[in-house]
């Protein structure tokens, strides 16, 4: 009625009366969520030569481009109704940024002529800064520049190599013939065993987690790791004929409890969200928490010698030469006799494992860094909680597992965190 008076009043003063703005209907988080799936955002993958084949046409990514961008605008408009909903939006925006990015370099490359080839140096690109700029993006799920990264990697390794090298020499390394899996794998139960003793010290108890079960891996020496994990099962890749045992605990560690085993494990049993979800798999948060809780071996007593000790400590400083390695060949232009040149001046001690690593780093940029980022950065978060009156470190842990189908940046916000009701 009052709108009414006030039209007809504006019409007998010969006036208009102008219209109330609309509101702006705002887009609930399930179907936002729906329109970005629909958008197929691809997830990190090792080969990066391989991603780069599948540039496509300009006229292609221009009307993927057009696609992103409409997602984008939605994006805009919705208002997140809680904390889960405000870190997966977050989450959303990072990504379909990332995309668009991604999608630009794909166009310009499209129409290059002749086409760039991928030589294991993402630095001899055409826009090569940019293109790191976008694997950071996409591995770590962070805006990080790569002179960060490289201090980063040097200052984890000039803490890790002094730690080894106060570690006392073992002259005898434990080797059995790798053919014997029935003995490497009662020494991985003894490992689960020690693990077990005292984890109480460092989580809430965890309803519903099974432990995980152990086999040779079917990859063989041509995978370069010494274990992997998938399907509830941690495999032990054998890459020598003689099979060193100081490896088991590390590898358990790593690979099962309290590493990828149970934060998978935990991330679908107990998530923080359960209504809420990144659809994007978080390799610097599944990597960096592996990583880390190699660091909680040397206080809780899972690592059964000094043999078991070394052989950690060398895989974190391993890990830690190969940031400034992939931040110096793909950033920085290094050259192979640059990138040996620097390893063999500051790790002796890896020589042995120096030109694969190197051909790794060359075939899949990043993915090496996402270890030692995402542990770094779990350390950070643990710091600032911990200066919190009410800290508990099993809280803090359960926490971080509920949270890893996030990315790692949602971590800075586990001040504001408050538990969720939820319907079953």
Known sequence: MKRLVLALLGLMAGSTVAPEPAQQETISWSALA??????????????????????????DHAVALKRLQRVQAQANTFVPQSWCEARAWDDLVFRLETQQLRYQLMQSAAQQSP?????????????????????????????????????????????????????????????????????IQAQLRASAARVEQNLDRLFHP????????????????????????GNNTIYYNPLQDAFDLAQLDWLYIHEGIPGHHLQQQMRRLHPLCPDVSSSSPQMAFIEGWAAYTETLGHDMGWYRDQASQAYALRWASLRAMRVMIDVG??????????????????????????????????????????YVYGMNQIKHSLSKQAARPDFDLRTFHHQLLGLSHFPLQALTHLDSYQPEAHHE
Do not use: C
């Not at 987690?209 to 994990?229: D, I, K, M, T, W």
């Open 34 to 59: 729906q329109q970005a799936q629909s958008l197929n955002i691809p997830s990190p993958r090792l080969d990066f030569a391989a991603v780069l084949q599948q540039r496509g046409t300009a006229e």
């Open 115 to 183: 086409v760039a080839a991928y030589a294991g140096r993402v630095h001899a690109l055409p826009q090569g800064a940019l293109w790191y700029r976008y694997l950071t993006r996409w591995w770590l799920g962070a805006e990080v520049s790569a002179d960060a990264l490289y201090a980063m990697g040097e200052q984890t390794f000039t803490e890790a190599i002094a730690a080894l090298r106060q570690t006392a020499k073992v002259d005898n390394q434990p080797m059995i013939d790798s053919r014997q899996d029935i003995a």
């Open 206 to 229: 965890m309803p519903g987690v099974s432990q995980p079960a152990f086999a040779r891996s079917p990859l063989g020496p041509e995978f370069s790791a010494p274990g992997h994990y």
């Open 329 to 370: 060949i793909h950033a920085r232009g290094w050259t192979d006799a640059e990138a040996r040149q620097h390893w063999q001046r500051h790790f002796p001690e890896g020589a042995d494992v120096m030109e694969r690593e190197i051909q790794r780093i060359k075939r899949w940029p990043m993915q090496v860094i996402t």
